[in-house]
Nanobody
Framework: QVQLVESGGGSVQAGGSLRLSCASS?????????MGWFRQAPGKEREKIAI????????DYADSVKGRFTISQDNAKNTVYLQMNSLNPEDTAMYYC??????????????WGQGTQVTVSS
């Protein structure tokens, strides 16, 4: 059974930084896999913010976080990270780790973590 467990959320002032971690278990790594982060703010749809593709190792970012967020992966630890810098109140949301397989050029999510809250105050 695949499990994704996020950690690292919290409250921070605008301009600050946080690093999220997602530890996976039961997830078989292959070149067709993808993992990443989504977020959902109250009253808004869930938004894809950063995906890393196992085959290419290349990350894909939403325009709203490019240049501020960095996704990385430690295969030895089965963990994906999201370094978030220059946070602003618009980044306030529940952040979810996701894992899946590549379908055409997109990450088709099969598994979700339980989420970790990020709150940025002005």
């Amino acid at each position: 059974q695949v499990q994704l467990v996020e950690s690292g959320g919290g409250s921070v002032q605008a301009g600050g930084s946080l690093r999220l971690s997602c530890a996976s278990s039961g997830y078989t790594s292959s070149s067709n896999n993808c993992m990443g982060w989504f977020r959902q703010a109250p009253g808004k749809e869930r938004e894809k913010i950063a995906i890393i593709y196992a085959g290419s190792g290349s990350p894909d970012y939403a325009d709203s976080v490019k240049g501020r967020f960095t996704i990385s992966q430690d295969n030895a630890k089965n963990t994906v990270y999201l370094q978030m810098n220059s946070l602003n109140p618009e980044d306030t949301a529940m952040y979810y780790c996701a894992a899946g397989i590549v379908i055409l050029t997109q990450c088709g999510v099969n598994y979700w973590g339980q989420g970790t809250q990020v709150t940025v105050s002005s």
